[in-house]
């Protein structure tokens, strides 16, 4: 007969793939705002480029950090010294992601006056707000395995 599996095991196990395909879609508008960013800076040499790499990495490794505290608290695993730090990480994604979207998406709407403008930022308006739901998504997968969990004997 087959052996029947762990309850918490198979949650955790659901609520990491959930994570890691979370964050897989959300690596993509960052790994294109950081391309931007490495081209702008060669190019133009200006301050928002500095801020769209700098932005792109901190943004991947505060999403990627809180993926992995949210993946080890469905496995039950004891509170780390970083988790700590994640807290307060939470807030670069979506700042990162409002700075592309209205800053240099919206505001590049308003103010480009040719269809080059206009297309850079639709571009960078679609980049934040793709961002923006990701980072979104990835907090709905925490709360999902906050309810998840609660009931398991031993839950978060």
């Not at 949210?70 to 700075?99: D, E, K």
């Amino acid at each position: 007969m087959p052996e029947t599996p762990d309850a918490r095991l198979v949650v955790a196990t659901a609520v990491q793939d959930l994570v890691a395909a979370r964050l897989g879609r959300g690596f993509v508008p960052l790994a294109v705002l950081f391309a931007v960013g490495v081209v702008e800076l060669f190019v133009s040499r200006g301050g928002g480029a500095l801020v769209l790499c700098v932005g792109a990495v901190g943004a991947a490794c505060a999403m990627l950090a809180y993926g992995l505290r949210t993946a080890q608290r469905a496995f039950a695993r004891p509170p780390r010294a970083w988790m700590a730090w994640v807290t307060v990480g939470t807030l670069v994604p979506p700042a990162f992601a409002l700075y592309v979207l209205a800053w240099r998406g919206l505001r590049q709407l308003a103010t480009g006056g040719d269809a080059s403008g206009f297309g850079v930022g639709i571009a960078f308006a679609v980049m934040g707000t793709w961002l923006m739901r990701t980072w979104m998504k990835v907090v709905e997968v925490e709360r999902l395995a906050q309810v998840m969990t609660m009931d398991i004997e031993g839950g978060v």
